[in-house]
């Protein structure tokens, strides 16, 4: 029986582990979808997280502080997409750019916040659905935001494939210039879809500092913004895959700490490598076949839109 709950308490945490790559990761596809490759979801999540973590305790409710990271993260890649979408700026150094300034705005926004505690987000039980044995307990037994990151990936999966909306932007990723001949507004999408990357980043964020780790710490990200785009690019574009990778990524994370639990004699900073060295190795296989890749990238991904030539 010890087993069965040491196993249900790790399946478990890999939900929540990877809760904050899942809402990362998902909204670059969206963007990458677009056509458009945004780097700076590293600085997006930082700015969401110290924002909705400020708000959080200035007004002592978690919802508004949710708001404010999502809006933090909007505005943050409305920068990026002013410098890329209107002034045809280059899209990897504006990313980079967007990282490096986001990193730097958040320490200095939160340098007043580290160490203050806060409630955060508790886990909210479903009735019924959390009594199953074993599921239960993993799936319906978590906070609000693991159940938002659920019903996000069925709500992109379905727009993708079973929208007008999602064939169109698809095919202004794909074709940029055949999708404004015939009336599209290829801009104004890739502007939303950037926004919605931005919102989701920011979403992600705010996991971090107001449940996943309920506090603020500089650079407490840690690399999930880029985990979260290899892991658009280790799941082809594809939705499933990227909820599939994010939890891998989150499993092993729980893994390692109850490594470290069990008392096994292992370099605590080699351990903490271990998510980040799986994904490498997984990438690493996943780009040999480099056939599957440019068959399932956005033929326009990082390709800049001029409409009048």
């Not at 993260?73 to 920068?79: D, E, H, P, V």
Request: net charge neutral; proline share 4%.
């Amino acid at each position: 029986m010890d087993g069965i709950d040491t196993a249900v308490a790790i399946a478990a945490g890999t939900m929540r582990a990877g809760t904050p790559l899942v809402l990362a990761a998902l909204g670059e596809l969206i963007t990458e979808k677009s056509g458009v490759l945004n780097l700076g979801i590293e600085g997006m999540m930082l700015v969401g997280a110290v924002s909705g973590f400020i708000v959080t305790v200035l007004t002592g409710s978690v919802y508004l502080g949710v708001c404010a990271a999502i809006i933090a993260g909007m505005l943050m890649s409305l920068i990026f997409g002013v410098l890329t979408l209107s002034m045809m700026t280059n899209q990897v150094a504006s990313g980079l750019a967007l990282t490096i300034f986001g990193v730097g705005l958040s320490a200095f926004m939160g340098i007043n916040y580290v160490g203050t505690p806060i409630a955060g987000l508790k886990p909210i039980a479903i009735p019924v659905l959390s009594d199953v044995p074993v599921i239960g307990p993993v799936l319906f037994n978590q906070d609000l935001l693991v159940y938002a990151s659920y019903l996000l990936f069925f709500a992109i999966a379905w727009f993708l494939y079973r929208t007008r909306w999602g064939l169109i932007l698809r095919a202004v990723g794909e074709t940029h210039d055949a999708a404004h001949a015939i009336g599209h507004p290829v801009i104004l999408i890739r502007y939303l879809a950037v926004m919605f990357g931005g919102a989701m980043a920011g979403l992600s964020g705010a996991y971090l500092s107001l449940v996943y780790t309920p506090q603020w710490a500089e650079n407490m990200s840690a690399g999930r913004g880029w985990i979260a785009l290899a892991l658009v690019v280790f799941a082809t574009w594809r939705p499933g895959r990227v909820l599939l990778g994010a939890y891998l990524f989150g499993g092993i994370t729980i893994l390692s700490l109850h490594v470290q639990a069990l008392g096994y004699n292992v370099s605590s900073h080699l351990i903490a490598t271990l998510p980040y060295l799986a994904t490498i190795v997984v990438l690493v296989i996943i780009s040999r076949d480099i056939t599957k890749i440019k068959l399932n990238a956005p033929a326009s991904l990082g390709r800049p839109f001029h409409p009048t030539l």
